[in-house]
Nanobody, 121 residues
Framework: QVQLVQSGGGLVQAGGSLRLSCAAS????????MGWYRQAPGKQRELVAR???????NYADSVKGRFTISRDNAKNTVYLQMNSLKPEDTAVYYC???????????????WGQGTQVTVSS
């Protein structure tokens, strides 16, 4: 079993910055892809950004040039640096990790607890 614990988020004015962190813990696993998703009220959860174990990244068009995803493999932690925030970035942000469980001998997907990001205009 893997646990993802998120930190960061909060309330910021438009144009401001926030940083989210997500640390994975558990036993007998390795992490493949880590990412961030968000869900605004009344909308479906959407991919914001993700990063593979070798550092390849992809972003939603709406955040390209403003958000940066990174990871520290030694700490099993993924980060999301969010700059030039807009009111439309307001949502609950969820960390996601695709992990290989050596115990179960298969890939499993895990989610963080979610954290609110609110951008005021």
């Amino acid at each position: 079993q893997v646990q993802l614990v998120q930190s960061g988020g909060g309330l910021v004015q438009a144009g401001g910055s926030l940083r989210l962190s997500c640390a994975a813990s558990g036993i007998n696993f390795s992490i493949n892809t880590m990412g961030w998703y968000r869900q605004a009220p009344g909308k479906q959860r959407e991919l914001v950004a993700r990063i593979t174990s070798d550092g390849s990244t992809n972003y939603a068009d709406s955040v390209k040039g403003r958000f940066t995803i990174s990871r520290d493999n030694a700490k099993n932690t993924v980060y999301l640096q969010m700059n030039s925030l807009k009111p439309e970035d307001t949502a609950v942000y969820y960390c996601n990790a695709l992990c290989f469980s050596y115990t179960a001998s298969r890939f499993q997907q895990y989610w963080g607890q979610g954290t609110q990001v609110t951008v005021s205009s």
